[in-house]
Nanobody
Framework: VQLVESGGGLVQPGGSLRLSCAGSGSMFSINVMGWYRQAPGKPRDFVAS???????RYADSVKGRFIISSGSAKNTVYLQMNSLKPEDTAVYYCNARRGSLTVYDDYWGQGTQVTVSS
């Protein structure tokens, strides 16, 4: 499984960005796709996820501002980020997970930088 992100950049507070992640390889076995982020000096944190069946979860910090969606082929995932805040600044990583709740394999993209600053 290979994941490639795009769409990061510099945006002013209150602005919007849309991230995309395209998966290739054995994507048929992937159960969940999502986004994580990592700010400098901090651990990588969960942002949002969507299952193959369409179940969606968000971190409390982004609820009401971010929207995750997937493409019709289920090998692409998007993150629409609205009302961005400086604290959203981080490297955003696409994630694809295969397996069960307790035994799984995680795949990661290379990351895309999002900077929210005036």
């Amino acid at each position: 499984v290979q994941l490639v992100e795009s769409g990061g950049g510099l945006v002013q507070p209150g602005g919007s960005l849309r991230l995309s992640c395209a998966g290739s390889g054995s994507m048929f076995s992937i159960n969940v796709m999502g986004w994580y982020r990592q700010a400098p000096g901090k651990p990588r944190d969960f942002v949002a996820s969507i299952t193959r069946g369409g179940d969606i979860r968000y971190a409390d910090s982004v609820k009401g501002r971010f929207i995750i969606s997937s493409g019709s082929a289920k090998n692409t995932v998007y993150l629409q980020m609205n009302s961005l805040k400086p604290e959203d600044t981080a490297v955003y990583y696409c994630n694809a997970r295969r397996g069960s709740l307790t035994v799984y394999d995680d795949y990661w993209g290379q990351g895309t930088q999002v900077t929210v600053s005036s």
